[in-house]
């Protein structure tokens, strides 16, 4: 089955190591986007990539950066990982070619997450 | 700043009957609107999307879109146990670049 995985699942680390996140995807989709999850604050937008030349900030960028290495993999990174990003992280993919008309669908399709813990 | 808006819950209902899920948004050009269900300590799944005023039914779910109003809701009829998790509410903004945004979800508990 067309899939999204993401590496590692698990992650504990200690203030100030540099961390990377990792996320390949089969389903073909040529939009990848990184996420990160925190108790009553739902699901914020760190990165976006539309397509391998292109990357994008989203709302909480300060502290990450990413590389888009191929069209299927998109990498997230923690240059001086700090207690307050721990978090759940999840990686997602959309198709920009699916669409009605002159609405773009962006149906994004996400990974199983990996749960990161800074000491 | 654009917003999606769900209560946080947790909303009971008993098994067989219907849970109703809604979220309502800021923008009245929006033109995307998803609802992804997560269990605890899992990742999303989309479970529905629609994109025209009215509703649009798959199996037991049924999504509402009024653009009107700038609401959409979640029902989910013969409310089953394995239905127990946080709803999410996305909404893809106009002008937002092919972005979404994310409600912080509803906690739906079905009961025995």
């Not at chain 1, 200690?14 to 990377?20: D, F, N, Q």
């Not at chain 2, 798959?58 to 009107?68: C, I, S, V, Y």
């Amino acid at each position: 089955d067309a899939d999204v995985t993401q590496t590692p699942r698990n992650r504990i680390t200690k203030t100030g190591k540099r961390i990377m996140l990792e996320c390949s995807q089969t389903k073909g989709h040529d939009r990848m986007y990184w996420y990160r999850q925190d108790p009553g604050l739902g699901l914020r937008l760190i990165y976006y990539s539309f397509d391998v030349k292109d990357i994008n900030k989203g709302e909480i960028s300060d502290g990450y950066s990413v590389s888009r290495q191929a069209q299927a993999k998109f990498s997230l990174s923690l240059e001086s990982a700090i207690p307050n990003q721990t978090a759940l992280y999840f990686c997602a993919t959309s198709d920009s070619s699916a669409s009605g008309g002159p609405i773009s669908y962006n149906e994004q399709f996400f990974g199983p997450g990996t749960r990161l813990t800074v000491l | 700043q654009k917003e999606v808006e769900q209560n946080s819950g947790p909303l009971s209902v008993p098994e067989g009957a219907i849970a109703s899920l809604n979220c309502t948004y800021s923008d009245r050009g929006s033109q995307s609107f998803f609802w992804y269900r997560q269990y605890s300590g899992k990742s999303p799944e989309l479970i529905m999307s629609i994109y025209s005023n009215g509703d649009k039914e798959d199996g037991r779910f049924t999504a509402q879109l009024n653009k009107a109003s700038q609401y959409v809701s979640l029902l989910i009829r013969d409310s089953q146990p394995s239905d127990s998790a946080t709803y999410l509410c996305a909404v893809k903004f106009q002008g937002g670049g092919n972005k979404l945004t994310f409600g912080t979800g509803t906690q739906l508990k079905v009961e025995l």
